[in-house]
């Protein structure tokens, strides 16, 4: 009878585990150009970031939930940068620093360093909450450069990971907060990719900084294009021509 009693909790405890481990589908998005695993279709919001150097740049927040944990990606349009801070330089007063600058890498509002930072200030936005960062790293998928954050929430213990990247001037946010005790959020971390403007899979050969020259892309076998490892559904890669 005992045996039976323990069978029966550990079945019960494991039931909110296996209800969190499924249903995640590979979401792609087409128009900001990447795919990654959703606990399901997640709900699109057209919002506004506001960059370190004051410009309110249209962003898209991709989010999910699952249980008790929390998925989102923010794609934040930073090739608005220029035109709004410039257009905001006019309004500065005669001979004023911010609106002339120096080197090439100031004035007109300063949105060269406003673009060129943005990695920087998306990760100083995550140190600024009631948290703990416990870990804080130089990352890179399919060889893009980004960051990696892991913080422990003074509220409640819980957990948040956040990936950042930037692409193409696109800044990429990826947010997963799981409550105390709960497994990492590999499923959703790691499954990141980038599409081109066809909707097929991109990958480099070597590090893609943003704001340099491109790498080269890295070519799947047999195929004609350069080209990644994941594809947005419908996209359709030309075949390596016969031998």
Same mark, same amino acid.
């Given at each position: *009878?005992?045996? !039976?009693?323990?069978?029966? &909790?550990?079945? !019960?405890?494991?039931? @909110?585990? &296996?209800a969190e481990a499924q249903d995640w589908t590979e979401f792609a $998005?087409?128009?900001?150009?990447?795919?990654?695993?959703? @606990?399901?279709?997640?709900?699109?919001?057209?919002?506004?970031? !506001? $960059?370190?150097?004051?410009?309110?740049? @249209?962003?898209?927040?991709? $989010?999910?939930?699952?249980?008790?944990?929390?998925?989102?990606?923010?794609?934040?349009?930073?090739?608005?940068?220029? @035109? !709004?801070?410039?257009e905001r330089a006019k309004a500065c007063p005669p001979g004023a620093e911010t609106c002339q600058g120096g080197a090439g890498s100031t004035g007109e509002g300063y949105?060269?360093?406003?673009?060129?930072?943005?990695?920087?200030?998306?990760?100083?936005?995550? *140190?600024?909450?009631?948290?703990?960062?416990?870990?804080?790293?130089?990352?890179?998928?399919?060889?893009?450069?980004?960051?990696?954050l892991q913080l422990t929430n003074s509220a409640d213990q819980s957990r948040t990971f956040a990936s950042i990247y930037m692409h193409e001037n696109k800044l990429y946010v990826m947010e997963a907060t799981v409550p105390r005790g709960y497994p990492e959020p590999g499923l959703f971390?790691?499954?990141?990719?980038?599409?081109?403007?066809?909707?097929?899979?991109?990958r480099y050969e070597t590090f893609y900084s943003n704001g340099f020259p491109t790498p080269v892309r890295a070519r799947r076998p047999g195929a004609a294009q350069d080209q990644g490892r994941i594809d947005a559904p419908g996209a359709v890669a030309e075949p390596a021509p016969a031998r």
């Open positions: *009878m005992r045996l !039976i009693s323990v069978l029966l &909790a550990a079945f !019960i405890l494991a039931i @909110p585990v &296996a $998005s087409r128009e900001d150009r990447f795919t990654c695993n959703f @606990p399901g279709e997640p709900t699109v919001t057209e919002t506004t970031w !506001i $960059s370190e150097y004051g410009a309110e740049l @249209p962003a898209r927040l991709y $989010s999910a939930e699952l249980g008790r944990g929390r998925y989102s990606v923010t794609v934040v349009d930073y090739n608005q940068a220029q @035109p !709004i801070l410039t949105w060269k360093l406003d673009l060129r930072g943005a990695l920087v200030y998306a990760s100083w936005t995550f *140190m600024q909450r009631d948290a703990v960062v416990t870990h804080y790293n130089l990352n890179h998928v399919d060889v893009v450069e980004g960051h990696n971390q790691q499954s990141l990719g980038w599409l081109d403007e066809n909707g097929l899979g991109l």
